[in-house]
């Protein structure tokens, strides 16, 4: 595709429930960045993909937030137990690899909107 | 630790004044610098880009950035402010060998 997708749009469940947000970064970038973005919030770092290295899982603020991504394509968020404070924006964004700038512009995905009930 | 620092939160200005919103970065090497723009329920646009060479970057929608090695710093400037431009500014530096980082934004307030 020509841009960052990521699915659902919109979210909803309940509290306890288990959630699963998809991305499909831009063909051919090799890194993939997760955010969060909570109300009138910045951007909250999750986890950062850098081709096959091991990912960066620095900001995932607990064991129940995990990510996997296959080779250099699709990724998925997977928030077990959801609970109230897990609603925000999930952010997806990808960029390039390589040397050069063109290693760090970072290319966003429209969000999925996570509300739990 | 490599990062971006926004230092002020919450900037108001009035239509058709000059604009500075303020980035400092903390990099051992010179790094890759951005502006994003968030407009309110849009999602995260590029506004300009500095990676190497010139240290004025011209960008859209009338914005331009300075890269200042002394000051450590790239600030994102705008000669007259319009109503539209009134959004959420995100600074991000980044170097090759890293991930990008970003700073916590700057929401500007455009008053009519």
């Known amino acids: 595709g020509a841009g960052v997708s990521q699915s659902p749009s919109n979210k909803v469940t309940e509290k306890g429930k288990d959630v699963e947000l998809r991305c499909d970064p831009i063909?051919?970038?090799?890194?993939l960045y997760w955010y969060r973005q909570r109300l009138g919030q910045g951007l909250e770092f999750l986890i950062y993909?850098?081709?096959?290295?091991?990912?960066?899982k620095s900001g995932l603020p607990s064991d129940r937030f995990s990510a996997e991504r296959t080779g250099e394509s699709v990724s998925t968020l997977t928030i077990q137990r959801t609970q109230q404070e897990d609603s925000a924006v999930y952010l997806c964004?990808?960029?390039?690899?390589?040397?050069?700038?063109?290693?760090?512009?970072?290319?966003f995905g429209p969000g999925t909107r996570l509300t739990v009930l | 630790a490599q990062s971006v620092t926004q230092p002020d939160i919450h900037i108001t200005v009035s239509e058709g004044a000059s604009l500075e919103l303020r980035c400092n970065y903390s990099y051992g090497a010179t790094p890759y610098l951005f502006w994003y723009v968030q407009s309110p329920g849009q999602g995260l646009q590029l506004l300009l880009k500095?990676?190497?060479?010139?240290?004025l970057v011209q960008g859209i929608k009338g914005f331009e950035a300075e890269f200042k090695r002394s000051q450590s710093s790239f600030n994102l400037r705008k000669p007259s402010v319009h109503w539209s431009d009134a959004a959420e500014y995100f600074c991000a530096g980044g170097t090759p060998a890293g991930k990008s980082t970003f700073g916590d934004g700057t929401t500007l307030t455009v008053k009519p």
């Open positions: 993909f850098q081709g096959n290295s091991a990912p960066d």
């Open positions: 500095y990676f190497s060479g010139d240290t």
């Open positions: 964004a990808s960029s390039a690899g390589g040397g050069g700038g063109r290693y760090n512009e970072q290319f």
């Open positions: 063909s051919g970038h090799t890194a």
